[in-house]
């Protein structure tokens, strides 16, 4: 019994740590999105999709197609903009920046709900 918890213990304190170490970080991906230096045109993802304009969807989905080519991964949609529309390298698919972009893009897909609750609530204050 009582190595057990300990175990459990051993591997809940290891599960936070490593957690911790990986947690992405939307305002790192927000400021990532705005980074012109992602890339060499100058543009930062924010200068087409301004504020994640559009990719309030992106976070579920898996298959994109952008400019005709299919991309099987949100990772995988990030790299090709970077390659194609910022000029820039594409980034690990499975490192930090690209977690915390990742996190920013899946953090947009409430965007739209508040906005709709926020117009909602305008006529009723007029009353
Ligand atoms: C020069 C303009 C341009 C820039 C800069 C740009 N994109 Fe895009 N992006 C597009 C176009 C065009 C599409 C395809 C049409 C669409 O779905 O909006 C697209 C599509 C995407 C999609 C897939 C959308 C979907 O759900 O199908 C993602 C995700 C995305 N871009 C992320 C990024 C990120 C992250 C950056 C910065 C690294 C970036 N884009 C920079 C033009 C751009």
């Given at each position: ?9 051993v ?42 304009k ?19 991964s ?20 499975k ?16 965007k ?6 926020r ?9």
């Amino acid at each position: 019994m009582k190595i057990t918890k300990v175990i459990f213990l051993v591997f809940a304190v290891l599960g936070l740590m490593v957690g911790g170490a990986m947690a992405a970080d939307v305002g790192k991906g927000k400021a990532l999105f705005n980074d012109t230096t992602l890339g060499t045109s100058g543009k930062s993802c924010n200068s087409c999709h301004p504020n994640g304009k559009g990719l309030e969807a992106s976070g579920a989905k898996s298959k994109f197609k952008i400019m005709g080519k299919t991309q099987n991964s949100l990772e995988e949609a990030v790299n090709f903009c970077i390659k194609m529309a910022l000029k820039g390298k594409p980034i690990d698919p499975k490192g930090k920046d690209m977690a915390n972009i990742v996190a920013y893009i899946k953090s947009l897909k409430g965007k739209k709900a508040v906005k709709k609750r926020r117009r909602r609530r305008k006529p009723i204050e007029g009353c």
